[in-house]
């Protein structure tokens, strides 16, 4: 799997749109863009992912630049429970290999 | 919406006890999976199963076994628990969800081993 690059921590708003970025300069034409999040103390949440084109949920947005090589994961109406460390991972989406996560962004969101 | 489940939340063992983790998913996913979190560590895969009775060892398998005796349930047994084995058991099911295929996560266990 590619190795992802994240900034270590940001602050939002509450009620403000999170951009969160993540780098993966060196991801291959089968892997996906993944997000998860992990709540203090909770299992890891899958929030979205995707190939090359911008997906949406009901959850977030996530934005891939046109050379695959960065994206951003948005929450566009930032909550308080939305604080949690948000992961960003490349894989193959049929692999069934373990998961791995960097150290991710610890997003604090403030009232 | 899939659902993956453990038994419990929290568990406070004493040093050689027998512990068994349990965990069910609702979505008919083949494959499931049973990592270690730790601090500075990150996730850790001991066990994987692909299919019912099949299992495959992970990257620390060791004072660990599992059983996969039903498609929708993985367990995971600590022969005799110790001490370094205090960590958040978190278990996973890769499947799709809406045609989308990923891993997805139950909501951990605590053990504190004593």
Known sequence: DAKTTQPPSMDCAEGRAANLPCNHSTISGNEYVYWYRQIHSQGPQYIIHGLKNNETNEMASLIITEDRKSSTLILPHATLRDTAVYYCIVRVESSYDKVIFGPGTSLSVIP | ?114
């Open chain 2, 1 to 114: 919406d899939v659902k993956v489940t453990q038994s419990s939340r929290y568990l406070v063992k004493r040093t050689g006890e027998k512990v068994f983790l349990e965990c069910v998913q609702d979505m008919d996913h083949e494959n499931m999976f049973w990592y270690r979190q730790d601090p500075g560590l990150g996730l850790r895969l001991i066990y994987f199963s692909y299919d019912v009775k099949m299992k495959e060892k992970g990257d620390i398998p060791e004072g660990y076994s599992v059983s996969r005796e039903k498609k929708e349930r993985f367990s995971l047994i600590l022969e005799s628990a110790s001490t370094n084995q205090t960590s958040m058991y978190l278990c996973a099911s890769r499947g799709a969800d809406r045609g989308r295929e990923t891993q997805y996560f139950g909501p951990g266990t605590r053990l504190l081993v004593l």
